[in-house]
């Protein structure tokens, strides 16, 4: 398992943007595919996008995709989710996710990933 640390989570009105960050301090964070999960208040964790340890795969949840782009700074241990056009059904906790994986691929079940953050509040007024 790795440590993960969630930033960039805060209030914003519908149809503004936000970015998250996701960093660790893991020497092997270039072997994991990363993902970001979200959790609204009375409803169950979901799954948002994953990217490959390569970042030439990304996979996204339809209710995100063409306003969320995932993104990795293998160099810098930290994987980005900027987040457009937020509507008020995207106010959740953000989670952080990661998984060691010899291949390049994306998950996007809870069970896939191993290594989880402590999650960010994003809040989006409408």
């Known amino acids: 398992q790795v440590q993960l640390v969630e930033s960039g989570g805060g209030l914003v009105q519908a149809g503004g943007s936000l970015r998250l960050s996701c960093t660790t301090s893991?020497?092997?964070?270039?072997?994991?595919?990363m993902g970001w999960f979200r959790q609204a208040p009375g409803k169950e964790r979901e799954f948002v996008t994953s990217?490959?340890?390569?970042?030439?795969?990304?996979r996204y949840a339809d209710s995100v995709k063409g306003r969320f782009t995932i993104s990795r700074d293998n160099a810098k241990n930290t994987v980005y989710l900027q987040m457009n056009s937020l509507k008020s059904e995207d106010t959740a906790v953000y989670y952080c996710?990661?998984?060691?994986?010899?291949?390049?691929?994306?998950?996007?079940?809870?069970?896939?990933?191993?290594?989880w953050g402590q999650g960010t509040q994003v809040t989006v007024s409408s």
């Open positions: 996710a990661a998984q060691r994986t010899s291949y390049s691929i994306t998950y996007y079940t809870e069970g896939d990933f191993g290594s």
């Open positions: 893991a020497r092997t964070f270039s072997s994991h595919t």
């Open positions: 990217i490959s340890w390569s970042g030439d795969r990304t």
